[in-house]
């Protein structure tokens, strides 16, 4: 199986940079959704967290990362019905959706918080999530919590 | 089991706010096993009120522990140390549990973090349902196994009603009829016959409405 870096960011701003502040990104990615592809740490603003099915997405591990900083996660599952543990993605759902209206509650903003089914090793649409997510941060700004 | 469900978060943090350090008790029994005051419940409760008290401000501390059960003293007591260093306790306990503690701890504001509600099963994946108010004279038996005690929204003894619609309950149309189902398991059983005999009115002095009761069990004391 051919293993693609995926690298951030790609081009443009460094996220080292203080003016990056705001924008730390924690990853969620099931194993079996991201394939092929490695998430490189490369920056002091994504954090990366690889499980072995996206089961594991529990409601305290989503907030712990808001806890440790995080002003957006997003979590990476594979396509409905392809899930290679059969419920683990609809799991996931679900606990996000609960952690989001939990962030809507406590006035965190749940649009922090977000999860996407992705094809095994389909890069562009890590890059376009991983961008949809900056963006959306420039309008949300940095996390109240943090 | 005791079914309970979580208080809202608004409610929580409004009871916690006056507090700097809180020990946020779980309950590894009953409210474990209804999702609102276990293990995972503690810890995600907690994390959320830290972003929370975080977001406002407030350098809240809040400690995390759950034990066995808070309605027995041989559990309790492994609480003492992280209630003795806390201003006030968010016990996620039963109704029980949390008077227990309180009892013990008097000294410590101890909160109820949990609604109680009531005694019953869980039906199915993610549905739990009453089947028991704890009457203390259970006849289930003459009723085909569905008591109509707490499954009948009249309490009827000698029933049906006869304002059923399609099985459904008249007065909470989303029920099902404890009576057609007592009706139903009754001609499974070819045991409809018992249906004929007449229920006399019921002593209500083993129920609830006397104050709180007590079971003394002399056999099991030292």
């Given amino acids: ?146 | 089991m005791i079914v309970g469900q979580q208080k809202s978060m608004a409610e929580i943090k409004e009871k916690l706010g006056p507090f700097s350090r809180v020990l946020l008790l779980g309950c590894g029994t009953c409210v474990k096993t209804c999702f609102a005051g276990g293990e995972d419940e503690v810890a995600t409760l907690a994390a959320a009120l830290r972003l929370a008290f975080r977001k406002d401000g407030k350098n809240t501390i809040i400690d995390e522990l759950t034990i066995e059960r808070q309605c027995e003293d041989e559990f309790i007591k492994e609480a003492a140390a992280a209630i003795a260093r806390n201003e006030a306790v968010l016990s996620l306990a039963c109704g029980a549990g949390v008077q227990m503690v309180a009892s013990r701890f008097g000294k410590v504001p101890v909160l109820p973090g949990v609604d109680t509600t009531f005694l019953g099963v869980l039906e199915k994946q993610g549905l739990f349902t009453e089947k028991c108010l704890g009457c203390g004279n259970c006849i289930v038996d003459t009723f085909s196994g569905v008591c109509p005690i707490s499954r009948c929204a009249k309490k009827l003894l000698n029933g049906p009603c006869g304002g059923s619609r399609g099985g459904k309950c008249e007065v909470n149309p989303g029920t099902d009829c404890a009576w057609q189902i007592i009706i139903d398991r009754a001609k499974e059983s070819g045991q409809t016959d018992r249906l004929k005999a007449y229920i006399p009115p019921r002593d209500w002095r083993t129920s609830y409405s006397g104050g709180s009761r007590q079971l003394y069990r002399e056999d099991h004391v030292i």
């Avoid at chain 1, 419920?87 to 606990?95: C, F, L, P, T």
Wanted: overall charge neutral; aromatic content about 4%.
């Fill in chain 1, 1 to 146: 199986m051919t293993t693609t870096t995926l690298t951030w960011p790609s081009a443009g701003e460094s996220f080292r940079e203080p003016q990056a502040a705001g924008r730390r990104i924690t990853i969620f990615h099931c194993a079996s959704a991201i394939g092929g592809i490695t998430l490189s740490e490369d920056n002091s603003e994504l954090r990366t967290v690889n499980m072995p099915c996206s089961s594991l997405t529990r409601e305290v591990v989503l907030l712990k990362a808001f806890e440790a900083g995080a002003d957006a996660v997003v979590v990476l599952v594979c396509p409905e019905g392809a899930c290679h543990y059969l419920e683990g993605n609809i799991r996931a759902r679900k606990r996000v959706a609960k952690v989001k209206k939990l962030l809507d509650e406590i006035g965190l903003d749940g649009r922090r918080l977000n999860i996407y089914n992705i094809s095994p090793g389909d890069r562009s649409a890590v890059e376009s999530i991983i961008g949809q997510t900056v963006s959306d941060l420039v309008a949300l700004g940095p996390s109240p919590a943090c």
